[in-house]
């Protein structure tokens, strides 16, 4: 199951795994990601693997990557009092145990000079990974968000032309739900990063906007040219 409590598929070997080591009550924390960085590949490939109900052809090709370790009694009352850098040298042991080349320890650096961070980062993107998390090495296990954990990910800039507004819904019932964009050549819908207000301007003058281009942040471009997490920047009627 993920963190939501949503079904995960194709993993059945790597459950096999961590209960023929004798790993019980113990909750190893991490991410799933397919095991080599190919040419055009990204995230949509490594969903698409964990989402099929039936069995995937590619499903070998899906590595867990173990970054933390909690006792299951801790997990279910959501404290424990180990510092981050105790718990790496638990699960270091645990995955020793485990010993199977589809279940990684996350492997971490202690920063010395801020400006090594950018490296790193670039150096882990290049393999094929979306970014990187800074720790505070003496920080306790958390279930929010927290400023012991930051990501860290790129983030590009473009224009692209409107063709379209969506209506939101339920809330959004009546106002913006998302900005169609031609990315080119593929449609790609732009429904976060939007104040209440700016929905409100953008679904008022949703007739006028075609052909304007839309400023837009994102992550990366899949393989089939669509945006990774796009998020609203502004109208770009300054260059109409």
């Not at 070998?60 to 006792?71: E, H, R, T, Y």
């Not at 080119?184 to 281009?213: A, F, H, P, Y």
């Amino acid at each position: 199951m993920s963190r939501n409590n949503k079904p995960i598929y194709n993993t059945e070997y790597i459950k096999e795994a961590i209960l023929k080591a004798g790993i019980k009550n113990t909750v190893l924390d991490g991410e799933f990601y397919t095991s080599y960085a190919r040419e055009n590949e990204d995230w949509s490939r490594t969903t698409s693997i964990l989402r099929t109900q039936s069995e995937h052809p590619d499903a070998s090709d899906i590595n867990f990557w173990a970054f933390d370790i909690v006792p299951l009694s801790a997990w279910s009352n959501q404290k424990y009092d180990l510092m981050l850098r105790n718990r790496k040298l638990s699960l270091l042991l645990t995955i020793n145990k485990i010993n199977h080349p589809s279940i990684i320890y996350t492997d971490h650096r202690l920063v010395i000079k801020p400006e090594t961070i950018k490296d790193h980062m670039s150096m882990l993107i290049e393999a094929g990974f979306e970014g990187i998390v800074l720790k505070n090495p003496d920080s306790f296990y958390e279930w929010k968000r927290s400023s012991n954990w930051l990501k860290l990910k790129p983030v590009h800039t473009e224009e692209f032309p409107i063709i379209g507004v969506q209506e939101g819904k339920g809330k959004y019932i009546g106002t913006t739900g998302a900005i169609l964009i031609n990315v080119n050549g593929t449609i790609v819908g732009v429904g976060t990063g939007m104040t209440d207000l700016e929905r409100e301007e953008i679904w008022k003058d949703r007739n006028l906007l075609e052909g304007v281009l839309l400023e837009v942040s994102y992550q990366t471009k899949s393989s089939d040219g669509s945006l990774i997490f796009p998020v609203f920047q502004r109208i770009r009627w300054d260059l109409t």
